[in-house]
């Protein structure tokens, strides 16, 4: 088990920057794949980036890529989404999640297994 806590949200204008942060509990969280999700009113939730236990492989949406990075560091238990020049439609609820291991293509909410309250992002344009 793993309980997470988003936290870096707020409200940011049209080109501006922000680090969405995500603490996990427990001695385990070095072995789980973290991932981020968004979901925008009246939307599904939807992939945004993920990283594997290592750190070692990255993979993002084509939304986000070349504007977002994700990260952790294992010794802090902790997952970070760098979100650059940010867009009015990267306005979401941001949710941390972790799963024992997701299944090579399958980036969906249902390959991972713990979630984290989410953050809200506002881009103003």
């Known amino acids: 088990q793993v309980q997470l806590v988003e936290s870096g949200g707020g409200l940011v204008q049209a080109g501006g920057s922000l680090r969405l942060s995500c603490a996990a509990s427990g001695r385990t969280f070095s072995t789980y794949v973290m991932g981020w999700f968004r979901q925008a009113p009246g939307k599904e939730r939807e992939f945004v980036a993920t990283?594997?236990?290592?750190?070692?492989?990255?993979y993002y949406a084509d939304s986000v890529k070349g504007r977002f990075t994700i990260s952790r560091d294992n010794a802090k238990n902790t997952v970070y989404l760098q979100m650059n020049s940010l867009k009015p439609e990267d306005t979401a609820v941001y949710y941390c999640?972790?799963?024992?291991?997701?299944?090579?293509?399958?980036?969906?909410?249902?390959?991972?297994?713990?979630w984290g309250q989410g953050t809200q992002v506002t881009v103003s344009s």
């Open positions: 990283i594997s236990w290592s750190g070692g492989s990255t």
């Open positions: 999640a972790a799963a024992w291991s997701i299944t090579p293509g399958r980036l969906i909410p249902d390959e991972y297994q713990f």
